[in-house]
């Protein structure tokens, strides 16, 4: 067996997540409390797997950090499965390592841009996200779940871009087009985030109804976004037209929201700024960190087909039918992963 996915946060932490969000259905179909186990699995266990996999990732290459994270993933490790295994005997100590683990992926991060005299503004969203994970597990108040899921949301719009720069160079080259260059607005982009920041905050402190308009105008921020791709060279790659529908979706879920504040609204939101930006990142980092080529399998556009249409069945209020899709989306993730971290090694420097 590959010992890389004990070691590299990367293989260790996406595989957690896929299996994470493929057990909602046991939650589902067999939990006597659906809604707080739903809650601990996807908030918890699932987006600190992602954003840990991802951020152990991208931050030491954009740092320019290149000491070995082999403890620290056996650190975060630890933290992560006692929170999972506590769940099943404590909920109060299951949620409270969960912030513990949080906060320590803060500092570990904050440290990494200490020693390298660089910084990256993730690391404030990262300590947001601890703040709001504390209030959740002090209050139990729901509005702070949503406003993690707005500052999640402002999370994929500055990850979003720094991955758009990176495929879209990779879409030019595999065109031929080496000439062209790839610059995204940087205005829209801070924007963007500007707005769904300010949604974050606010949601704790307005009602819906008061918010509608701030909705609007983030999903037309969103939306503002899609501009930077408007060019045949890039949307002719598959990988740049699905960071472009997965944009453009968000900004939709957003729209949908503003003007219809249910709670299958806001699962959209949640739908495609947590899942469908999960799957993207496993697969763009996932191939290119393994050394392999760009393009994605068979298998990748099943799962996201899957997803499509848990968004849509969850929209619909058929929600039997949509965590079976969500299942089935991840589970195929869960095992394509699997081989491809098994059969190569990582690569830092992608």
Known sequence: MNKEIFFIPMKSFFLLCSISFSLGIFVYFFSDDFYNNHIFLFFDIALS?????????ALPAWLGFN??????????????????????????????????????????????CFKTKNFNSLILILFGFCF??????????????????HLNSAAIMLINFKISIA??????????????????????????????????????????????????????????????FHHKELLKTHYVLFLYISIFILGLAY????????SASLHLIFLSSICINILLVFNI?????????????????????????????????????????????????????LKIFLNNSFLQDA
Not at 98 to 111: E, K, P, Q, T
Not at 189 to 212: A, G, W, Y
Not at 314 to 320: A, K, M, P, Q
Request: net charge positive.
């Open 132 to 149: 709001l994970k504390f209030a959740y597990f002090f209050t139990l108040n729901t509005d702070f779940l949503k406003a993690l899921i």
């Open 49 to 57: 797997a992602a954003y840990t996999g991802f951020i152990l990732t």
């Open 167 to 228: 495929v879209s160079r990779s879409a030019l080259d595999e065109k031929n087009y080496k000439d062209y260059h790839f610059i995204p607005n940087v205005y829209y982009k801070n924007l963007s985030v500007f707005t769904l920041i300010l949604l974050s905050i606010f949601s704790v402190i307005f009602s819906n109804i008061d918010l509608k308009f701030l909705y609007i105008a983030s999903a037309f921020m969103i939306f503002a976004r899609l501009k930077d």
């Open 255 to 262: 729209l949908i929201y503003g003007l219809n504040t249910t």
């Open 67 to 112: 000491k070995t994270l082999k403890n620290i993933n056996i650190f975060l490790l630890f933290l992560f499965l006692t929170s999972a295994l506590t769940y099943f005997i404590n909920t109060f100590f299951a949620m409270f390592f969960m912030c513990i683990f949080w906060l320590s992926l803060s500092f570990i991060c904050s440290f990494m």
């Open 285 to 337: 980092a996932g191939l290119r960190h393994n050394g392999l080529v760009l393009r994605f399998f068979k298998r990748t556009y099943l799962s996201f087909i899957l997803l499509f249409l848990t968004l849509l069945l969850r929209y619909l209020n058929i929600n039997d039918f949509a965590i079976i899709c969500l299942f089935l989306s991840f589970i195929i993730q869960f095992f394509m992963l």
